[in-house]
């Protein structure tokens, strides 16, 4: 199971990017799709995560109202909305898989989840 990642860049405070994450050869439809971010020399940290089933989703309170999860079941892909990016939105994206549903406190836990994308990166700077 591979799971790619892309859509980073760089765009202006306030601007807008679509990040996305394909998976290759699975739908994780038992499973959980998640989105971290990191910057240098600090902890991964959980930006969002989604049950597929459902579509249940759950988000850090600084990206509440940004950013939206969804998903293409048809496409194998989950996307990762990003409005009104703040500079501090700056970061590798990673994208990750979880096989088995998973309850909504324990979705931010990096160790719960069985796949990782290889991380793509966003920079929000004018």
């Known amino acids: 199971v591979q799971l ?3 859509g980073g860049g760089l765009v202006q405070p306030g601007g807008s990017l679509r990040l996305s994450c394909v998976t290759s050869g699975r739908i ?10 990191q910057v ?14 459902d579509e249940d989703a759950t988000y850090k309170n600084s990206v509440k109202g940004r950013f939206a999860i969804s998903r293409d079941e048809a496409k194998n892909t989950v996307y990762l909305e990003m409005h009104s990016l703040r500079p501090e939105d700056t970061a590798v994206y990673y994208c990750a898989a979880r096989e088995n549903s998973l309850i909504i406190p324990l979705f931010g ?18």
């Open 109 to 126: 836990q990096p160790e719960m989840y069985d796949y990782w994308g290889q991380g793509t990166l966003v920079t929000v700077s004018s």
């Open 28 to 37: 994780f439809s038992r499973g959980i799709m998640s989105w971290f971010r």
């Open 40 to 53: 240098p020399g600090k902890e991964r940290e959980f930006v969002g995560g989604m049950r597929w089933s």
């Open 4 to 6: 790619q990642a892309s």
